[in-house]
């Protein structure tokens, strides 16, 4: 079965990185367009950024472009996200994404903190 597990999260100070990463199974992983998505508290979950299924293509939401890298190793069937300089409203839990077979799939989420 699909299982997507995320890793990485932790709490840092503001100006921060942090690197996530989303280990895949369960599906040709090298085939699949991925996605990281975020939930802050009290907020809807809302879509970070995407990337093609061997990498060529990325897309960002506004409020992470230019501080945020998605990445892929498909031999490793690993998806990564470097965030650099963090800022508070960062804070979330953070998800991967993949839909497979015509349903989303979701990990279980890893807590990005960003205080000081």
């Known amino acids: 079965q699909v299982q997507l597990v995320e890793s990485g999260g932790g709490l840092v100070q503001p100006g921060g990185s942090l690197t996530l990463s989303c280990a895949a199974s369960?599906?040709?992983?090298?085939?699949?367009?991925m996605r990281w998505y975020r939930r802050a508290p009290g907020k809807e979950r809302e879509w970070v950024a995407g990337?093609?299924?061997?990498?060529?293509?990325?897309s960002y939401a506004d409020s992470v472009k230019g501080r945020f890298t998605i990445s892929r190793d498909n031999a490793k069937k690993t998806m990564y996200l470097q965030m650099n300089s963090l800022k508070p409203e960062d804070t979330a839990v953070y998800y991967c994404?993949?839909?497979?077979?015509?349903?989303?799939?979701w990990g279980q989420g890893t807590q990005v903190t960003v205080s000081s």
């Open positions: 990337i093609s299924n061997v990498g060529g293509t990325t």
């Open positions: 994404n993949v839909l497979f077979s015509g349903v989303n799939y």
């Open positions: 369960g599906f040709t992983f090298s085939r699949y367009a």
